[in-house]
């Protein structure tokens, strides 16, 4: 079975500085990777995905997020955020092969201000 | 419309009401989901159903009772809920073959349970 590990619940950050929202996964097969964000009173919405190829996957909103397969890590990064990047930010595991049920991370809220 | 719809967008209901939740996909995905997202709790997938088939059923309360009469819409019937059922329910939508496996989600319905 898969798992999805958020260590941080909340990231405080000002605006226009770096931010990077770790997620590491345990899975005892290949998988996808994927990251969501939440803005309040709306739905998931994807920003980026891994499936394979590119360790490096480029995403909306100037998000982008790098595969490492021996630390078992996906983290999301961003060089300079913006007030509106305020959300929650849930980081997603599929198996590659048959049904691909998604497990989710407890999400990483964002607070950016200025 | 486009993407994923719910509705409604809130409901209050009492412990004794019976009301269903409505969901709408117009991406041309084969798979629905029907997850339950509470404070401070992960994602909790509680419905699949691929092919218009229930393949996932995570051992929630028979008060909940999904039915898929085709591929583009998903019901979510509630009866005798309970005040913990509050929550807001996400429903999303996937192509279960090809494609690049990532799930669409709709906006929720915010359910509060008196």
């Known amino acids: 079975a898969q798992s999805v590990t958020q260590l941080d619940s909340q990231v405080p950050v000002f605006e226009e500085a770096p931010v990077e929202l770790r997620c590491n996964y345990s899975?005892?097969?290949?998988?996808?990777l994927f990251w969501y964000v939440q803005y309040p009173n709306q739905g998931l919405q994807l920003l980026l995905k891994?499936?394979?190829?590119?360790?490096l996957v480029k995403g909306i909103n100037g998000f982008e997020a790098e595969f490492n397969k021996s630390q078992t890590s996906f983290h999301l990064r961003k060089p300079s955020v913006h007030i509106s990047d305020t959300a929650e930010y849930f980081c997603?595991?599929?198996?590659?092969?048959?049904?691909?049920?998604?497990?989710f991370g407890t999400g990483t809220r964002l607070l950016v201000s200025p | 419309e486009t993407g994923v719809t719910q509705t409604p967008r809130h409901l209050v209901m009492g412990m004794t009401n019976k009301k269903s939740l409505k969901c709408e996909q117009h991406?041309?995905?084969?798979?629905m989901y029907w997850y339950k997202q509470s404070a401070k709790k992960p994602l909790e997938l509680m419905f699949v159903?691929?092919?218009?088939?229930?393949?996932e059923n995570n051992s929630v309360p028979s008060r909940f009772s999904p039915e898929c009469p085709n591929s583009s819409h998903l019901f979510l019937h509630l009866h005798t809920l309970q005040p913990e059922d509050s929550a807001l329910y996400l429903c999303?939508?996937?192509?279960?073959?090809?494609?690049?496996?990532?799930?669409?989600f709709g906006p929720g319905t915010r359910l509060t349970v008196t």
């Open positions: 999303a939508s996937s192509q279960v073959t090809g494609g690049s496996r990532e799930q669409y």
């Open positions: 899975s005892s097969v290949s998988v996808y």
């Open positions: 891994y499936l394979s190829g590119s360790t």
């Open positions: 997603a595991v599929s198996m590659n092969t048959g049904f691909q049920k998604l497990v």
């Open positions: 991406l041309g995905h084969n798979a």
């Open positions: 159903y691929s092919l218009e088939e229930r393949v």
